[in-house]
């Protein structure tokens, strides 16, 4: 038995087939999902807030060199430090997040993947990342922030999906602010988001003296509008944006494109 073939396992213990005999407990509605990357795979529970594929995107955008510290604020429940660890060479991934059963089950699947030395979840507020962590302590930040304001649309502002999606927790500010200080002098800052907010994103990462300097606008299919931004700032440089060609996700209903099959390693 392979992990391709732990996808949607419904289980109580399931059993780490990268480690020997070590078991894996799975709690409720948890289910183990193979991230068809060096044979990783990871802990998501549908009842809560499973990845998308805004996040995938984000880790090819983002650039990670060898040797460099790595920080995801609002990680969730790992995915983001996960694929970076498996696509860069990166020294060093650090997820911060609220919520300790999305990080309790962060710390799983790291755990389940064999990669605790190269990665550590901490439960913490991302508007305090500064006080946790350090000023300039980090080559990288990457950010899969809540896309939306105040209490749109909201019925429960407590439930895990509803924190994860709206800006009850931390506001837009408050994670470019957190980023300018635990980045060091050049460090790179990446966060996907949504188009209609562009202007705010630029106007507050300038504000905390983070440069907009890569963007890239993710399009659902060729002939439609941009439903996703991905973003690069460089703090303390100088300005000169550019902007990259846009992904296009569908060549047609159901079917990737050729560059998101190379983005998810299919």
Known sequence: MNL???KDLRIQKVQNWTNGNK?????????IVDLERNGYCIIQDRERFCFGIDAV????FAAVKKGEKVLDLGTGTG?????????????HFTGLEIQEESADMARRSVMLNNIADKIDVVTGDIKEAGEIFGKASFDVV??????MTENHGLKNPEEPKAIARH???CTLEDVVRESARVLKPGGRFYMVHRPRRLVDI???MRKYRIEPKRIRMVHPFSDREANM???EGRRGEKPMMKVEPPIVVYKEQGVYSDEIHEIYGF
């Open 23 to 31: 078991f894996m407990e799975l709690k409720g509605n948890e289910r």
């Open 4 to 6: 391709r073939n732990l």
């Open 202 to 204: 630029i106007e507050i």
């Open 57 to 60: 995107l984000l880790t090819g």
């Open 229 to 231: 931004v991905l973003i």
């Open 142 to 147: 990457t950010t899969n922030p809540p896309y």
């Open 167 to 169: 800006e009850i927790k």
């Open 79 to 91: 995915i983001i430090p996960i694929l970076l660890e498996a696509k860069t060479e990166g020294m």
